[in-house]
């Protein structure tokens, strides 16, 4: 059965976006700046689009997905950026590295449906994946740590933007976006998976039953020859001279009780079904049971002291 799954690919290339100061005037080169958060919302959501693509494309087995749509599920994600620190790693360089708290906002139509879909394939709910991701859910948002650089050109006209690689944030909402996309194909893939696991578990349910079935009808023959046996052997007994009769019955009664366990033993562990195991026994006393009345029938004619008597096999 093939197993669902949604795998997500990184091993994004850092990238860098520029704000051009023709729009804004001089660029503003601070880690906090407007202009500094325009190049991050660009630069971030380029490497989303990117990542989604990426993983999209691993998840093959699950169908296509509408690019349009991926475009405006990506588009609909808002950022902002809070506690904004800086520091400077070269002094004689303008490079800017900066770390802040980045706030997620998803569009409320992608994480219903992002969510919906992962409780019904079993992949842990949005908030999970936040907290897989140590991602802080606040008011509807996500929020965690965030590493990026920023750096103006020479002449300050634009402002370039660094954001790591790994950054949680964007494995994040990769992995539930990916959801969102491709959500019609994992309830199909669930419903499918879910057809054929309960398909598997009737078919093992009816061999059960029948495995079951077996047992018992085996337990049903022995009781009736082993029934049979006791009748014939009695039949022999009360036929047998009173004499012979006494003088072995103490015998006979021993003879029966190691008949007996004899065959309990021999029918222990022979079978997984007790109702199989029990006809084993059953059946081992109905073959003892059965010699042993030829052995007393000739006692039925004999007129002496020499009774013939049952043993167990040795």
């Given at each position: 059965?093939?197993?669902?799954?949604?795998?997500?690919?990184?091993?994004?290339?850092?990238?860098?976006?520029?704000?051009?100061?023709?729009?804004?005037?001089?660029?503003?080169?601070?880690?906090?700046?407007?202009?500094?958060l325009?190049?991050?919302?660009?630069?971030?959501?380029?490497?989303?689009?990117?990542?989604?693509?990426?993983?999209?494309?691993?998840?093959?087995?699950?169908?296509?997905?509408d690019?349009?749509?991926?475009?405006?599920?990506?588009?609909?994600?808002?950022?902002?950026?809070?506690?904004?620190?800086?520091?400077?790693d070269?002094?004689?360089?303008?490079?800017?590295?900066?770390?802040a708290?980045?706030?997620?906002?998803?569009?409320?139509?992608?994480?219903?449906?992002?969510?919906?879909?992962?409780?019904?394939?079993?992949l842990?709910?949005?908030?999970?994946?936040?907290n897989?991701?140590?991602?802080?859910?606040?008011?509807?948002?996500?929020?965690?740590?965030?590493?990026?650089?920023?750096?103006?050109?020479?002449?300050?006209?634009?402002?370039?933007?660094?954001i790591?690689?790994?950054?949680?944030?964007?494995?994040?909402?990769?992995?539930?976006?990916?959801?969102?996309?491709?959500?019609?194909?994992?309830?199909?893939?669930k419903?499918?998976?879910?057809?054929?696991?309960?398909?598997?578990?009737?078919?093992?349910?009816?061999?059960?039953?029948?495995?079951?079935a077996e047992?018992?009808a085996?337990?049903?023959?022995?009781?009736?020859?082993?029934?049979?046996?006791?009748?014939?052997?009695?039949?022999?007994?009360?036929?047998?001279?009173?004499?012979?009769?006494?003088?072995?019955?103490?015998?006979?009664?021993?003879?029966?009780?190691?008949?007996?366990?004899?065959?309990?033993?021999?029918?222990?562990?022979?079978?997984?079904?007790?109702t199989?195991?029990?006809?084993?026994?059953?059946?081992?006393?109905?073959?003892?049971?059965r010699?042993?009345?030829?052995?007393?029938?000739?006692?039925?004619?004999?007129?002496?002291?020499?009774?013939?008597?049952?043993?167990?096999?040795?």
């Amino acid at each position: 059965m093939r197993a669902l799954k949604v795998t997500l690919a990184f091993g994004l290339l850092v990238t860098l976006v520029g704000c051009d100061g023709a729009i804004f005037g001089r660029a503003d080169a601070d880690c906090g700046s407007d202009d500094a958060l325009k190049a991050i919302d660009t630069l971030f959501k380029e490497e989303l689009e990117f990542a989604l693509q990426e993983s999209l494309a691993d998840q093959k087995e699950l169908g296509s997905y509408d690019a349009a749509e991926l475009e405006d599920a990506v588009k609909g994600a808002s950022l902002k950026l809070e506690d904004v620190r800086t520091s400077r790693d070269d002094p004689d360089s303008s490079r800017l590295s900066c770390k802040a708290i980045l706030v997620l906002d998803l569009p409320d139509d992608v994480e219903k449906e992002a969510n919906d879909v992962r409780i019904m394939a079993e992949l842990g709910t949005v908030r999970e994946a936040a907290n897989r991701f140590r991602l802080k859910r606040r008011g509807g948002t996500y929020s965690g740590d965030f590493s990026y650089f920023v750096q103006p050109t020479d002449d300050g006209n634009k402002l370039y933007a660094e954001i790591d690689d790994d950054a949680v944030q964007l494995q994040f909402l990769t992995e539930i976006i990916g959801s969102y996309l491709l959500s019609d194909e994992i309830r199909e893939v669930k419903i499918s998976q879910d057809q054929a696991l309960a398909e598997e578990r009737r078919a093992e349910r009816e061999a059960r039953e029948a495995y079951e079935a077996e047992g018992a009808a085996a337990l049903n023959t022995a009781q009736i020859e082993r029934k049979l046996a006791s009748e014939s052997i009695n039949a022999v007994w009360n036929s047998m001279p009173i004499a012979a009769q006494k003088s072995i019955e103490d015998v006979h009664n021993a003879w029966v009780q190691q008949m007996k366990a004899l065959c309990s033993a021999e029918s222990a562990g022979t079978d997984d079904r007790a109702t199989m195991r029990k006809a084993e026994e059953l059946s081992c006393q109905t073959t003892f049971v059965r010699s042993c009345a030829n052995i007393l029938r000739g006692n039925i004619s004999r007129r002496s002291d020499d009774w013939a008597y049952c043993r167990i096999r040795s």
